[in-house]
């Protein structure tokens, strides 16, 4: 099992930016398909964005143009920026790497307000 550890959240602004980092123990990270989800209290996890090994990306239609997933082997770490955030962007953001069976970390709060 791989352990994740978020970090980055805070309270901004609407229509400001956030960067999100996600940092991997063990040495398969390299290998794995990461992915970014986010929860609101009372909700189900959602889906947010996904990168592979191999660099490809993808992203929840809600954040398509304003999200970018980017990952660096070498540190181990998974990065969300997220740009032109709204408030219904608030929620907790955790990283994982899907079918991996690895455990949910504590994850970071985001806020969007005034």
């Known amino acids: 099992q791989v352990q994740f550890v978020e970090s980055g959240g805070g309270l901004v602004q609407p229509g400001g930016s956030l960067r999100l980092s996600c940092a991997a123990s063990?040495?398969?990270?390299?290998?794995?398909?990461m992915g970014w989800y986010r929860q609101v209290p009372g909700n189900q996890r959602e889906f947010v964005a996904r990168?592979?090994?191999?660099?490809?990306?993808n992203y929840a239609d809600f954040v398509k143009g304003r999200f970018t997933i980017s990952r660096d082997n070498a540190k181990n770490t998974v990065y969300l920026q997220m740009n032109s955030l709204k408030p219904e962007d608030t929620a907790v953001y955790y990283c994982?790497?899907?079918?991996?069976?690895?455990?949910w970390g504590q994850g970071t709060q985001v806020t969007v307000s005034l």
């Open positions: 063990g040495n398969i990270f390299r290998v794995l398909n």
């Open positions: 994982n790497a899907p079918m991996s069976g690895s455990p």
């Open positions: 990168i592979t090994a191999g660099g490809s990306t």
